[in-house]
């Protein structure tokens, strides 16, 4: 089975432009994360849905970020305008349910610079 | 709130031998449950292993097992027979059942494994 999908890979961009990172979660799960890491702040929870939808986003740094999840295999970040702050890491991950185990699975990450 | 710690910034192992990764953590909640994830320097982050508050028995998975010590409030991980594989960087973390999708990480220990 395909893991959690996550695009771009990379993205350089230029400080002020918008940027949409995008994520396919694995199948069946009801549950999607996005992540950011940094060396300076490690990993940091930004937002998560259930079924669809948005449940917690006490970790969305400003209004500048937005999560969307307009279906059970589909959820964009979109940051609008960019800065050079945001340059890091960004996971997003599924589970199914959260009792017990319910492990994340993540994706590969996409890395953002913004110059 | 929820604490995680993980004190260790760095180690290096010989391979063939037995490491102790340290982890503790500070919580109210009665329930909880703690992971720990590796990252490669690929970047994808791979889940090991998973320990309820409630649980008995010490987690284990293959040459991974969780050192849990509830009145201790420490989840340290040992890696046995180690592989130059392993090296990587290992995080720690937890959930709350006062906000049970949260999953919150520590800082990470880099372990680099020696022949």
């Known amino acids: 089975d395909a893991g959690v999908i996550q695009s771009p890979r990379h993205e350089v961009t230029e400080m002020g432009q918008e940027v949409t990172l995008r994520c396919k979660p694995i199948?069946?799960?009801?549950?999607l994360f996005w992540y950011r890491q940094t060396m300076m702040r490690g990993l940091e929870l930004l937002i998560y849905?259930?079924?669809?939808?948005?449940?917690?986003d006490s970790g969305m740094p400003e209004d500048r970020f937005s999560a969307k999840m307009p279906n059970a295999s589909f959820s964009t970040l979109k940051i609008q305008p960019s800065e050079p702050r945001d340059s890091a890491v960004y996971f997003c991950?599924?589970?199914?349910?959260?009792?017990?185990?319910?492990?994340?699975?993540f994706g590969e990450g996409s890395r953002l610079t913004v110059l | 709130a929820q604490k995680i710690t993980q004190t260790q910034p760095g180690m290096f192992v010989q391979e063939k031998e037995a490491v102790t990764l340290d982890c503790t953590y500070d919580?109210?909640?009665?329930?909880?449950?703690l992971f720990w994830y590796k990252q490669p320097s690929s970047g994808e982050m791979i889940f090991l292993i998973y320990?309820?508050?409630?649980?008995?028995q010490n987690a284990t998975e293959g040459r991974y097992s969780l050192n849990f010590q509830k009145a201790r409030k420490s989840a340290n991980l040992v890696i046995s027979a180690s592989q130059l594989g392993d090296s990587a960087m290992y995080f720690c973390?937890?959930?709350?059942?006062?906000?049970?999708?949260?999953?919150?990480f520590g800082a990470g220990t880099q372990v680099v494994v020696t022949p």
């Open positions: 991950a599924s589970s199914f349910g959260l009792m017990g185990t319910g492990e994340l699975f």
């Open positions: 199948s069946g799960h009801d549950y």
């Open positions: 849905f259930n079924n669809n939808v948005p449940i917690d």
């Open positions: 919580t109210s909640d009665p329930s909880y449950g």
């Open positions: 320990q309820g508050s409630y649980d008995q």
């Open positions: 973390a937890m959930r709350g059942t006062d906000s049970w999708g949260k999953l919150q």
